[in-house]
Structure formats: structure tokens, C-alpha cells
């Protein structure tokens, strides 16, 4: 996909697309909290070199683990970092009604899939031997 498609302009750095195709609710996450003057929220909601070492143990320590046990997994592992309230004002930018613990899932579930197709891109993981590299 080019930027000039238009196909991949709401990915993010290494992602692929692959589990998430439109990050802009963990975008907005990230533009609010820094309105909010929460850039501690932002470094948070951002992938670190943990994240990667992470995945690589839930898969290398569960053997096989299928993609979507491993997004529900991860994304349940990140959801602590995400603030309720900022999630709940990035969903309402984007015209979603949530409450704060279901915009905070959402949000989640967007940062565990970018770190998942991160890993993926770097070969922290391998999709195609189902998780393992």
C-alpha cells in the first residue's frame, strides 16, 4: 500500500494493518491527553521495547498461541496505561458514545494491535507459524 493510495494513512509507525486498519481512536487518545497537558498519558499509550519482550514471553511461554488469543491477551496487559476519561473524550471527538471503561478497552485494544503488528515487523513474532518466530 503507498501513502498516495490513501489505503494506509491511518496506520502507524510498523504497523500493517493487519489487525487494526484505522488507529485515529488511539490517535485522538494521544491528541487530547496532550491537550490535557497528560503528556505522562501519551509516553504510556506508545509502544516500548518491554511491550516487545512481552509478547515474545506470552507466546515463546505458552507455546501456539492463536492472534486473537494474543490480541485479548496483550490488549488486556496495556489497558491499565490507558486513562478512562482521555479514552472517553477521544471516543466522543470521533462521534462514539462509550463509557469510560468500554473507550478505555477500545483504545487498548487499538495500542495492543499496533504493538502486535510492530513485533510482527520487527520478527519479535511470526504470524504465520501461528505467533512463534
Not at 496506520?11 to 484505522?22: M, Q, Y
Request: no cysteine; glycine share 8%; proline share 2%.
Amino acid at each position: 500500500m503507498s501513502e498516495a493510495s490513501g489505503e494506509d494513512k491511518d496506520l502507524l509507525p510498523f504497523a500493517s494493518g493487519r489487525l487494526v486498519k484505522d488507529y485515529s481512536l488511539l490517535r485522538e487518545y494521544w491528541r487530547v491527553a496532550r491537550e490535557r497537558g497528560r503528556e505522562d498519558l501519551v509516553e504510556k499509550a506508545m509502544i516500548s521495547e518491554a511491550d516487545y519482550k512481552r509478547v515474545r514471553e506470552i507466546v515463546y511461554g505458552r507455546g501456539r498461541v492463536g492472534l486473537a488469543d494474543l490480541w485479548d491477551i496483550v490488549t488486556g496487559e496495556v489497558e491499565d496505561r490507558i486513562d478512562p476519561d482521555i479514552a472517553e473524550e477521544a471516543a466522543k471527538r470521533l462521534g462514539l458514545n462509550a463509557l469510560p471503561s468500554t473507550a478505555r478497552r477500545l483504545v487498548a485494544r487499538q495500542l495492543a494491535a499496533w504493538i502486535i503488528e510492530a513485533a510482527e515487523h520487527w520478527k519479535f513474532i511470526s504470524a504465520r507459524e501461528g505467533g512463534r518466530s
